[in-house]
């Protein structure tokens, strides 16, 4: 009998243990609150005060993830930049090329040769997310689709998103187009700033285009108290993103949530973020985080440089230490015709300038984004190029190599329509360089047209089948 009672006692107690350890768990998970998120190894999220720039909230924050849509916040921040500067009108006509008309859903469906104004561009892509107008925007402010990813990867770095680089402007699958949760909160941050008179177009509920009328694909917007934009997004490879602003009395957050599981689980997860971390916002602070001009510095050892005899480099000055301070400058800066300043003080230092050989290199490996596999999606940012190319000069450091091309891009005018710039790793030595390269001519004639122009304003450049 008392052998017995005594074992009614110890299972009372393991019970009672089990539940206890239960109890515990779950005040755990609670108190983590992002945990079922951060499972989720596509997950990455961040809430900054708007008021302070103080991050409230990271979890693989700075870790490379894909945009999808959220891409479109840059196209309208260089379409709001456009318009304040009078380069563009709300009533301007955007026409849509074949090259535009033929973007996959979601998009508007607007045939090739019709238009539509900016502001209803504005509210498709802000709406509608639409893939068609975000092409025809681009092709517009930039001349191509290719310089106005330029322009946007140019305009992340001026406003400090150190680790986004943009393809497209419209966010279809590109495995280079890669950004990270701190510069979308970065990016949503300086939107509303910048541009506090367009911002209000990202708290419009519905689009109504002809006899369409095209819904919000943010559901927080009116469910969600003090919730007034910004944008959704998703692709296979992204997951489910949205990057949200919130402004509720006297306290105000930027939230980003990428990688959701479903669109419920993201919006889930991002009104928990919202419930949690307003509160812990600070009263005060006048805002004003993000500098409109702000340039990036990059150190990069003379020594290491492979330069063009001739022609221009980007800007760059010499520091006692024999470093040169790189400044990634506006997308479109002057062009500078013969010797640069910069390659005629190296050659009175007498440091080797060597010209770029022709060589068989492996395309320069994508920096480490989501493991998933990118959609099979082909778009006009997204097809692959084939056919010559041409190469004019090579750097240490990548973004050198890019400021290089987009220099290069202004001086090659009509030669390098409907050419791709890009850069190609290859080892020299224990150092990795970058070549800077235009691809997708369509034959050698093309190529080497554009080489003689680009060699009358003083580059050095060559022509190589791909």
């Keep these: 009998m008392y052998q017995r009672k005594l074992s009614s006692i110890d299972r009372f107690a ?3 243990s089990s539940v206890l350890q239960l109890l515990a768990l779950v005040g755990l998970a609670l108190a983590l609150g992002s945990a079922p998120a951060a499972a ?3 997950y990455a999220g961040i809430v900054v005060d708007a008021k302070t720039g103080k991050t409230l909230y990271a979890h693989d924050a700075d870790e490379l993830r894909y945009p999808a849509s959220l891409t479109k916040m840059m196209t309208l921040y260089l379409v709001f930049e456009a318009l304040e500067r009078g380069a563009i009108r709300l009533d301007t006509r955007i026409k849509f090329s ?8 979601t998009k508007l469906g607007v045939g090739t040769g019709r238009s539509i104004t900016v502001e209803q561009g504005i509210y498709a ?5 639409a893939n068609d107008a975000s092409t025809a925007i681009a092709e517009h402010l930039g001349g191509s689709e290719a310089k106005f990813a330029r322009m946007m990867t140019a305009k992340a770095r001026a406003l400090g998103m150190s680790k986004t680089t943009f393809h497209n402007a419209h966010g279809l699958p590109n495995s280079k187009q890669v950004t990270t949760a701190r510069d979308m909160a970065r990016l949503g941050i300086a939107l509303r700033e910048h541009y506090p008179r367009q911002y209000k177009y990202f708290s419009a509920r519905s689009f109504t285009f002809g006899k369409t009328r095209m819904g919000n694909h943010n559901r927080l917007l009116g469910t969600v108290r003090g919730v007034d934009g910004i944008k959704t997004g998703y692709t296979r490879a992204s997951g489910f993103n949205l990057v949200s602003s919130v402004i509720d009395r006297d306290r105000s957050i930027v939230a980003v949530v990428m990688g959701g599981r479903t669109g419920a689980s993201r919006n889930a997860q991002m009104k928990d973020l919202i419930a949690r971390y307003l509160p812990k916002a600070s009263t005060r602070g006048s805002g004003n985080l993000i500098a409109r001009g702000a340039m990036t510095n990059m150190a990069i050892d003379v020594a290491a440089l492979e330069l063009p005899k001739v022609g221009p480099v980007p ?8 470093r040169l301070a790189f400044a990634y400058a506006a997308p479109t800066p002057e062009p500078v015709v013969g010797r640069s300043a910069l390659v005629n003080s190296l050659i009175a230092q ?5 010209t770029p050989a022709p060589a068989v290199v492996p395309p320069m490996p994508v920096a480490a984004a989501p493991n998933e596999a990118i959609d099979p999606v082909t778009t006009a940012s997204t097809a692959p190029r084939d056919g010559w190319m041409i190469q004019i000069g090579a750097m240490p450091d990548r973004n050198a190599a890019v400021a290089l091309l ?3 891009q202004d001086a090659g005018g009509n030669s390098l329509t409907g050419t791709e710039p890009f850069t190609m790793a290859y080892a020299k030595g224990n150092e990795q360089l ?12 093309a190529a080497t047209r554009a080489c003689a122009t680009l060699k009358k304003k003083g580059y050095a450049c060559w022509a190589t089948a791909n």
């Design 98 to 105: 074949a090259n535009a008309a033929k973007e996959p859903p």
């Design 40 to 42: 989720n190894s596509k």
């Design 434 to 445: 970058y070549r800077a390269r235009f691809g997708g001519f369509d034959g050698q004639a």
């Design 350 to 354: 007498k440091v080797a300038i060597p």
């Design 406 to 408: 987009t220099e290069a």
């Design 125 to 129: 892509l802000v709406t509608k997310s």
């Design 14 to 16: 393991a019970l009672s």
């Design 315 to 322: 800007s760059q000055r010499h520091e006692a230490n024999q």
